[in-house]
């Protein structure tokens, strides 16, 4: 059975560095020609769409399938091409790798790689119970499933989040809604922390500020933040918004100064509020973003830039990626343009004759390159792509 396993993993991804090359030479060319200007791009073609994308390192990054069905879940080098920051010219190797793989027996809509090790946590998106995975080394290139955690619910709309803690010792927070969150020790599997109130709002989001600060945001609007040092209740900050059909996805800023710590709000309806973390029920400045509603608002996604001051990227409402300067907005509500598109994924899908058009599932920053991004979609594909800002290249912001 082992034998058959590995025979057919070595196929498939055989079949996938094939297919990456044939893609690569007709859509690239296209999109160099209708794309704003790009420092680098690079593209990928999965057999199965991915909709989590997670680095394990500077130069390699996690995704899996999402099938009902049996789905690969694969850990790809970046190009090489794309890390050679001189004598680009001199590097011919412009494809991902795949370094490490392996199969899942379901759907993977959720993905954690644990800080200074080589293991990862899932959830399925169908229940609240985690896996946890290895994800091979040196000797092996097999991603193995080592452990379970349970969960506190058998069934789940959403599925849980996952954030993983920042600190060396390998610690896990995780929940389906809000009352369910808690810290859980993997080598042990002992809950250590437990998010002490009744509100029973699905989340949207988990994330650690700090090494014991978290922020957890509801599928409402909710924000909580809470210190796992402590049983004291969460601070909590209500939504924007009254409207009970508005969902939102929340991210948060955790700069070393505090008055870089700042989280960000986006509505289905494509408003955005930005506040002070320190004071949450405040609205530092806010807009209402250039974005095609309603969209596929389950795989919507907003993130902070991570070393760009003030810039976001928003995904999930289209088969584009947008860049905004949060800097431009003001205390009252405006329509903002984006500073910079990716079309890459919806240009592609336009030269098929799928009718079903392709969204964005997902989208990442670079943790060092300022402007390095990587995007998969509902088709497969999935691109790195290096963006020049117009504005200090002298021309207009993306229309």
Do not use: M
Not at 314 to 335: D, K, M
């Amino acid at each position: 059975k082992q034998h058959y396993i590995q025979r057919r993993r070595r196929t498939k991804w055989t079949f996938a560095r094939r297919h990456q090359t044939t893609w690569n030479k007709h859509q690239e060319c296209s999109c160099r020609a209708v794309f704003e200007r790009y420092k680098d791009l690079h593209v990928y073609q999965l057999e199965h769409p991915t909709q989590v994308l997670e680095w394990t390192s500077g130069n390699s990054v996690c995704v899996a399938g999402y099938s009902q069905s049996k789905n690969e879940i694969l850990e790809l080098r970046l190009p090489l091409k794309l890390l050679a920051d001189e004598n680009k010219s001199l590097c011919a190797e412009r494809d991902f790798k795949v370094s490490h793989g392996g199969f899942t027996d379901g759907p993977v809509r959720c993905l954690t790689h644990i800080p200074g090790t080589r293991c990862a946590v899932t959830n399925d998106g169908l229940s609240s119970d985690l896996q946890v995975w290895d994800l091979g080394g040196e000797e092996s290139d097999v991603i193995r499933r080592t452990g379970s955690i349970k969960g506190k619910r058998s069934a789940s709309e959403r599925g849980s989040r996952i954030a993983a803690r920042p600190s060396s010792a390998p610690q896990v927070l995780h929940g389906a809604q809000i009352s369910d969150v808690q810290l859980t020790e993997l080598a042990s599997g002992e809950t250590l922390y437990k998010l002490e109130t009744d509100s029973a709002d699905p989340l949207s989001s988990l994330q650690f500020v700090s090494d014991t600060v978290f922020l957890a945001g509801c599928c409402n609007g909710s924000v909580y933040v809470a210190d796992t040092r402590t049983s004291a209740p969460p601070q909590l900050s209500h939504s924007p918004s009254s409207a009970e059909s508005v969902i939102w996805w929340t991210d948060a800023a955790a700069g070393p100064h505090p008055s870089s710590r700042r989280v960000i709000r986006v509505s289905s309806s494509g408003q955005a509020v930005v506040s002070d973390l320190r004071n949450l029920g405040g609205a530092g400045c806010q807009a209402q973003l250039d974005v095609q509603t309603p969209g596929r608002c389950s795989q919507v996604k907003v993130s902070w830039a991570p070393t760009l001051d003030d810039c976001i990227s928003v995904s999930g409402f289209s088969g584009v990626v947008q860049i905004y300067n949060t800097r431009l907005w003001g205390a009252e509500p405006q329509e903002a343009r984006p500073l910079f598109e990716h079309r890459g994924h919806a240009v592609s899908s336009q030269q098929t004759d799928d009718s079903v058009p392709t969204f964005v599932t997902s989208h990442i920053w670079h943790p060092e390159r300022p402007r390095t991004l990587l995007s998969a979609a509902s088709d497969g594909s999935v691109h790195v792509w290096d963006w020049v800002d117009p504005n200090r290249q002298g021309g207009s912001p993306t229309p």
